[in-house]
């Protein structure tokens, strides 16, 4: 089971079943990735304004489809003015997952907002293959409903 997924899953649970909103571009990487050229790739953009990074860890067990221990670091990056765009870069054991998103719990986003994140996304991403070398500047937005 991937973080990603889970973490979704756990706040659509939290939040009364509202559904999530919004946009995203989305990769599984084999890795390693360097975190610390993710956030000189992300600090290049001018548009993705204030940042702030957080870490965090989860050790876990996994029963199916065998049984594990699973320790999973996340990397996040919050951007934009209101810093409501979240970059999200997952360390598991079977990889790394890549997300970047701008997305609300049960409240529809404005057409116009998501027109205005998308450039801003792909500039990030751009940034990202150029400075780093992994493969996400052609990841396509796909809307989260």
């Known amino acids: ?3 990603g997924t889970f973490a979704i899953g756990v706040m659509v649970f939290l939040s009364g079943c509202d559904r999530l909103y919004g946009v995203q ?3 599984s990487l084999g890795g390693p990735v360097d975190i ?5 790739a992300i600090h290049s ?3 993705a304004a204030r940042i702030t990074y957080k870490t965090d860890w989860l050790d876990s067990v996994e029963i199916l489809p065998k049984h594990r221990s699973v320790h999973t670091i996340t990397h996040v990056w919050l951007y934009g003015e209101a810093q409501s765009s979240v970059l999200q870069i997952d360390q598991t054991p079977d990889g790394w997952d890549f997300v970047n998103s701008h997305s609300r719990i ?3 986003i404005p057409q116009t907002e998501i027109d205005h994140f998308i450039p801003t996304m792909k ?6 293959q150029m ?3 992994l493969q996400v500047a ?3 937005a796909e809307h989260i409903s």
């Open 45 to 47: 953009v001018p548009d």
């Open 106 to 108: 049960g409240e529809a």
């Open 25 to 27: 571009s989305r990769v």
């Open 131 to 133: 400075r780093c070398g």
């Open 36 to 40: 610390s050229c993710i956030n000189a």
């Open 123 to 128: 500039k990030v991403n751009r940034a990202i």
């Open 1 to 3: 089971m991937r973080i």
């Open 138 to 140: 052609d990841l396509p």
